[in-house]
């Protein structure tokens, strides 16, 4: 084969270096065409690098720099500009695109379909052709409308919204949709670097040796690092410190997604191959895999310099559980097993860092807290935080895996100890291997109703698998321990939740955060005790659901936004009856998901306000753009606070500040940025808006109790969302073909965006109930690898979703706001599984229920 490649790209006769590895490697790192994403090279599983070769779309991950040669490649940059504009359009104003990762690809797929079909696309037939795009955002009947709509009809052109409320265009909209706005990957700087990890081959083992000398001789190689060059600290993590930066020699893995060193290079592709070449003596050693074998022995510990395995424990107890239970007449006892699931965000992680003349580090992070990202660079530096601006890149999704530090800390090193900038970008099987997943938790739940269906008592014993490292999974159990009556109330409650250490997978935050698990088996218990008590299903909710001035759960007094439980029951009454007089099977999910860290936690967001000499202002604050709108909601209200029109505003997210917060996490962005936003417009009209300063807000919680104080009226969450989610399917095949989501979210401070997160979320909602899973083998190895392997549905298996969005304020919020990135997959497994009841006759109780309890299983 030649050393090099000539084709035709974007009009323009090319040639390049024959040893890329495919052709998105040639057209990314030699040609610096970056619209076309690389979100699982070379597997070709998630279409984000689709591009047209001779016309057709092709996954160019997957295409041979051979199979390519002298085809015409065009990638988005090549279209024609009204074509590009038309095509963004679109999406923007459909709300077509959230985080915006995947978007790039299906534009060009897009593209080859209304080439081949014109006005004659139909819907149906679009979403059976999307199927090697994978969307974790937006549940696709969004991209499907905006094919629609380029198929047959005008295409609006979309504006920003300047006011509270208002449906306008998503913050930074086109730029994302035509891959012109770039992620971490997408940065070029001169001089710069590669890095790439090389993780454990076993999930516990002694490290004895480790011989660099195979990669150090690789041409293109200019550094191995390793535990034994970390200048400072050696461990970090987001509460307890106890997460390895690398494994060293005489140190021990713990899970499968240990680092040992990382590799710089002068390309990628040479990076990668080198850390292969590294080689590594273990002393290998039993993984502990089994939660509840751990926490019952702590003789032999799982994790490396922990103290038990045990990583926490949360309980509470309200009133007299046994004397209620045993007077009931209608009590249900029942296990339910809920599984892990990875995030599968489409933007595998990428850090960037880059020495400055200073002899500081500026570093471009994905991740979701990037002061807690700064203070740890430089723990592990052992330099001072101010010689480090970490700058937030708006990532490519994250729904709680970007929480913890994935490779910031690794690149950052090796550019402060070269002096060069280096960065760094995981491969899929790293990413999924690395960061935390969804606790696995099994509950055994004890219920009981009296005649009437009241709910007299509740006892709840969970156990959740937070691998080794402690990430917030102590947070996940506390939350599924507070979440365990779900929006309803029982007077006799006794609830214990442990998180357990193990040699499996991290477990962490991603959305629902606990809730969902908790409310899962909450749902399906009260499905049981309605039939028990022959009571309608949604009736049996209607007479449990909290309301202003009750006790829920843990002994908070609920305030006046939990009218929002009625209001979202009442809102999905019509579409339940209808369907069940139409004889579908039906399942019913009603939930609640605080917003918030609560729990006693001081939670301060501060933002600012700056005029730029250009005219332009600076709307900066503290939380992480990952898809969800925060930017979107910061321009809206700076917007109408300061009277000004949304184009002039810019927003930006960096250190440079010091307006840290913490994690984007909890479902608070929103009702913390807005907050803090409107505090800094205020500041700035009282100050005249002058240019050159920055006119600082702050917003802050400071008035929620733990769980530990006893507090005799505690307010543990400042507060809640609520939802309820009717589920219908067909009664003989079981297909489901709608779900109606309505959601209270205090304020919809966007609806278009607003409605994307319900639908996004019931789509991750669909999948965790019925097919997604990231199961591990007995030595703690994932076994699910690729993103196919991991069960999420893709556009043609996605039902129509009605979305009812409900405005009960919070009080005590700015604007009202309550939330609404998580509640949207709270209600939705225990939905699917009483519509699944309903067309067979048997209960679910373990999750995934197409993998463990199909149609027709018997139990």
């Avoid at 090389?198 to 516990?204: A, G, N, V």
């Avoid at 009437?452 to 959740?464: S, W, Y």
């Avoid at 709108?629 to 109408?640: M, P, R």
């Avoid at 917003?699 to 006893?710: C, K």
Wanted: with cysteine.
């Amino acid at each position: 084969m030649s050393d090099t490649t000539r084709l035709t790209v974007n009009g323009q006769e090319v040639e390049v270096a024959s040893d890329h590895p495919h052709l998105l490697a040639a057209l990314r790192e030699e040609l610096g065409l970056t619209a076309a994403k690389d979100g699982c090279a070379p597997s070709g599983q998630c279409g984000a690098c689709t591009v047209l070769v001779n016309g057709k779309a092709r996954v160019s991950c997957q295409t041979t720099l051979e199979k390519a040669a002298g085809s015409e490649v065009v990638t988005l940059e090549g279209f024609a500009a009204t074509e590009r504009e038309r095509l963004a359009n679109a999406f923007s104003s459909t709300g077509a695109l959230q985080c915006g990762f995947c978007t790039p690809g299906i534009l060009v797929r897009t593209k080859a379909l209304l080439d081949q079909k014109g006005s004659a696309l139909e819907r149906q037939s679009a979403a059976a052709r999307m199927g090697a795009h994978l969307c974790r955002c937006t549940g696709y009947n969004s991209i499907l409308d905006a094919v629609e709509m380029l198929a047959t009809g005008e295409v609006p052109t979309p504006k920003l919204s300047g006011s509270i409320g208002g449906d306008g265009a998503k913050y930074e909209a086109t730029e994302l949709a035509l891959g012109d706005r770039g992620y971490v990957d997408d940065m070029a700087v001169p001089g710069m670097l590669h890095g790439a990890l090389r993780l454990t081959d076993h999930s516990r083992a002694d490290v004895l040796s480790i011989d660099t000398a195979p990669a150090l001789a690789v041409p293109g190689v200019e550094a191995v690092y390793t535990g034994a060059d970390v200048p400072g600290e050696t461990f970090v993590g987001i509460i307890y410190t106890d997460w390895p930066i690398f494994i060293p020699v005489g140190g021990r893995t713990s899970y499968y997604g240990d680092v040992l060193a990382i590799v710089v290079a002068d390309s990628p592709t040479t990076a990668r191959n080198a850390a292969n070449l590294i080689e590594i003596e273990y002393a290998t050693l039993d993984p502990i895999v089994d939660p509840a074998a751990a926490v019952a022995n702590d003789d032999d510990l799982a994790v490396w310099k922990s103290t038990s395995n045990t990583l926490s424990v949360s309980a509470y107890v309200r009133g007299d559980f046994e004397t209620a239970f045993a007077a009931s007449p209608y009590r249900v006892s029942e296990r339910f097993i809920t599984q892990r699931v990875e995030h599968a965000f489409l933007e595998p992680e990428s850090t960037l860092a880059i020495p400055t003349d200073a002899g500081g580090l500026m570093v471009y992070s994905g991740g979701q807290g990037i002061w807690d990202d700064r203070n740890q660079i430089a723990s592990i530096l052992k330099v001072d935080p101010a010689t480090i601006t970490v700058e937030l890149v708006s990532n490519g999704g994250a729904f709680g895996g970007k929480e913890d530090m994935s490779n910031q800390g690794q690149t950052a090193l090796a550019a402060h100890l070269l002096g060069r900038p280096v960065k760094c970008t995981l491969t899929r099987e790293q990413s999924l291997r690395m960061h935390a997943k969804r606790h696995p938790i099994t509950i055994d739940l004890d219920v009981a109703c009296d005649e009437d269906g009241k709910l007299t008592a509740l006892r709840a014993r969970m156990i959740g698998d937070s691998g080794p490292y402690a990430s917030v999974g102590m947070k996940v159990l506390e939350r599924a321990a507070g979440h365990a009556s779900g929006p309803y109330v029982v007077d006799n409650i006794d609830v214990r939740a442990v998180a357990a250490r193990t040699n499996n997978p991290v477990c962490g935050a991603f959305r629902g955060f606990g809730a969902n698990q908790a409310q899962f088996a909450m749902e399906g218990a009260l499905d049981q005790l309605a039939e028990l008590a022959d009571i309608d299903r949604l009736e049996m909710r209607r007479r449990n659901a909290i309301s202003p001035g009750v006790i829920w759960g843990p002994g908070q007094r609920m305030d006046d936004g939990a009218d929002g439980v009625l209001a979202c029951i009442d809102a999905v009454q019509p579409a339940y009856d209808a369907a069940m007089a139409a004889g579908k099977a039906v399942g019913i999910g009603v939930a609640l998901k605080n917003s918030g860290l609560g729990n006693g936690f001081l939670e301060i967001g501060r933002a600012v306000i700056h005029y730029n000499a250009d005219d332009t202002i600076e709307v900066r604050h503290c939380w992480t753009e990952m898809g969800q709108g925060v930017h979107t909601v910061a321009l809206q209200i700076a917007s109408e606070e300061l009277g000004v029109d949304p184009e002039r505003i810019r927003v930006i997210v960096d250190t440079t500040r010091e307006l840290g917060a913490g994690q984007t996490t909890g479902s608070r962005g929103t009702l913390m940025a807005a907050g803090s936003v409107k505090a800094a417009c205020e500041a700035a009209i009282a100050g005249g808006t002058q240019i050159g300063i920055d006119y600082e807000g702050e917003y802050r919680v400071d008035w929620t109790n733990s769980l530990e104080e006893n507090a005799p009226d505690p307010i543990l969450h400042s507060a809640f969302g609520y939802a309820a989610q009717v589920v219908i399917a067909d009664r003989k095949t079981g297909e489901i073909e709608k779900v109606v989501a309505a959601h209270d979210v205090g304020r919809a401070m966007n609806p278009t965006l607003c409605r994307g997160q319900v639908e996004g979320a019931v789509h991750m909602g669909l999948g965790y109930a019925l097919t997604e899973e990231f199961p591990t083998d007995e030595l703690g190895r994932p076994t699910n690898m690729t993103l196919r392997s991991l069960g999420i549905l893709r556009a043609k298996d996605m039902p129509d979703v009605e979305t009812i969005l409900i405005e009960v304020p919070q009080p005590r919020s700015p604007y009202g706001v309550k939330g609404v990135g998580e509640i949207g997959l709270v209600p939705t497994a225990g939905a699917v599984a009483g519509a699944m009841k309903m067309v067979d006759g048997t209960w679910r109780t373990r999750l995934p229920i197409r993998v463990h309890q199909p149609l027709g299983f018997s139990s």
